[in-house]
């Protein structure tokens, strides 16, 4: 309510509900200062297990049946059973591993043929790998993502996986008998800035990530931020190159519906909908993140 001293115009105390247009730059921003606020909060307290208890987003709590309250008014939890169990105590022992994974040797059938280490080089660390026939029927086309640290301390320094940067790649290669020659590669798909989960990874981890096929190439970033989700590049092959195809994101803040379904949020761009032709080197993340964020959808 204005007062008589208050020479404040009227329309100034209108709320303001939503911006005018969109910001993409700014949403980055924002994503980037949780994912900074995560990374310092598990430098002080601990870092944070590998491997979390199955997310159940569409199961409803039920509180009458979580806790009872007693004759001696203490809170008794009769639901749990032992699989819940166990999933605490594997949660528990999780917590005393090693922040970064230690690449481990390989076995056999995990190794990577000789012609494909000689193009790529021995100090990098291989958190991804597929390979599958070339249509020819003359060698293989192999998929990779690639980590490499590119400053920081050594990893025996306690604080090796905070102070240390890396830089990752997704490289394809044309292997013909003994011989490799890589065909693409993109920095832009793999995010190693801030993600802790394409930083940690240990020796050929996150080969599920990895989609290879005849003519197409999918790497899917997993977020570890308070944005939980992921974001994925497609690649195609197109007169001997490669092409982006698509880039795609799904994540949720922890909103949920009327009905305690969490709402998700995806966006979408795609080739040549809504874009030209990009060479895989030329994939630049940030442009592709306000692109998509023109075709956001919301839904349960």
């Not at 939890?77 to 949660?91: E, H, K």
């Not at 990098?124 to 086309?141: C, E, H, L, M, N």
């Not at 308070?226 to 001997?240: D, E």
């Amino acid at each position: 309510m204005n007062t008589e001293d208050d020479d404040t115009p009227a329309s100034s105390l209108q709320p303001v509900h939503k911006l005018s247009r969109p910001d993409p730059l700014h949403e980055l921003q924002l994503l980037r200062d949780l994912a900074v606020i995560n990374e310092r909060t598990e430098r002080e307290l601990g870092p944070r297990p590998r491997q979390t208890a199955p997310v159940e987003p569409k199961r409803k709590p039920r509180l009458e049946q979580i806790t009872r309250l007693s004759g001696n008014g203490i809170h008794e939890y009769n639901d749990m059973n032992p699989t819940r169990i166990a999933m605490a105590a594997a949660l528990g022992l999780s917590l005393s591993q090693p922040a970064l994974a230690v690449e481990k040797p390989a076995s056999s059938s995990r190794d990577i043929p000789e012609s494909v280490r000689s193009v790529i080089g021995n100090d990098q660390v291989v958190i991804a790998y597929q390979a599958v026939d070339s249509d020819d029927g003359r060698g293989k086309t192999v998929a990779l993502v690639t980590r490499t640290q590119i400053k920081g301390p050594a990893p025996s320094d306690p604080d090796y996986v905070w102070k240390a940067e890396f830089a990752c790649e997704l490289v394809v290669i044309d292997v013909i008998e003994d011989h490799a020659t890589i065909k693409g590669r993109s920095r832009g798909a793999v995010n190693c800035d801030g993600n802790n989960t394409n930083k940690r990874a240990g020796y050929r981890e996150l080969d599920e990530n990895l989609d290879l096929s005849s003519g197409m190439i999918k790497f899917k970033n997993y977020s570890n931020s308070t944005a939980a989700g992921w974001f994925s590049y497609s690649f195609f092959l197109n007169s001997g190159k490669w092409l982006v195809s698509s880039a795609k994101a799904e994540y949720h803040f922890n909103e949920t519906d009327d009905e305690g379904y969490l709402i998700f949020t995806t966006e979408e761009a795609s080739f040549p909908e809504d874009f030209g032709l990009i060479p895989m080197e030329d994939l630049d993340p940030i442009w592709m993140a306000g692109t998509i964020s023109k075709h956001r959808t919301k839904s349960r």
